[in-house]
């Protein structure tokens, strides 16, 4: 079993940044994808961003592509969301995510994961 704990959400006006972390314990292993994720009221989740633990490769959501970045420590246990160019629309409950073994950090943004925090609201004020 993984456990994630979130931490960073917070309320920023539009403009501003935010860094949030995902802190990954129990049976972790550089083979993991990590992602980010978020839902906004009312709508479906949606893939924000995705990084390989061992390699650190990344890929991002067109939405978000050049405002966010994915990263992860040298332990490769916390990895972060670094968001900056927040604008209202980002506004969310924001959740980290681990996956055992994957193909390609595309298919990421659609295949299931097999572990989740309990999510970290952020809300951007206009």
């Known amino acids: 079993q993984v456990q994630l704990v979130e931490s960073g959400g917070g309320l920023v006006e539009a403009g501003g940044s935010l860094r949030l972390s995902c802190t990954a314990s129990?049976?972790?292993?550089?083979?993991?994808?990590m992602g980010w994720f978020r839902q906004a009221p009312g709508k479906e989740r949606e893939f924000v961003a995705v990084?390989?633990?061992?390699?650190?490769?990344?890929y991002y959501a067109d939405s978000v592509n050049g405002r966010f970045t994915i990263s992860r420590d040298n332990a490769k246990t916390t990895v972060y969301l670094q968001m900056n160019s927040l604008k209202p629309e980002d506004t969310a409950v924001y959740y980290c995510?681990?996956?055992?073994?994957?193909?390609?950090?595309?298919?990421?943004?659609?295949?299931?994961?097999?572990?989740w925090g309990q999510g970290t609201q952020v809300t951007v004020s206009s």
């Open positions: 995510a681990a996956r055992v073994g994957f193909t390609t950090l595309q298919r990421m943004s659609t295949e299931p994961y097999n572990y």
């Open positions: 129990g049976r972790t292993s550089s083979s993991y994808a």
């Open positions: 990084i390989s633990v061992s390699t650190g490769n990344r």
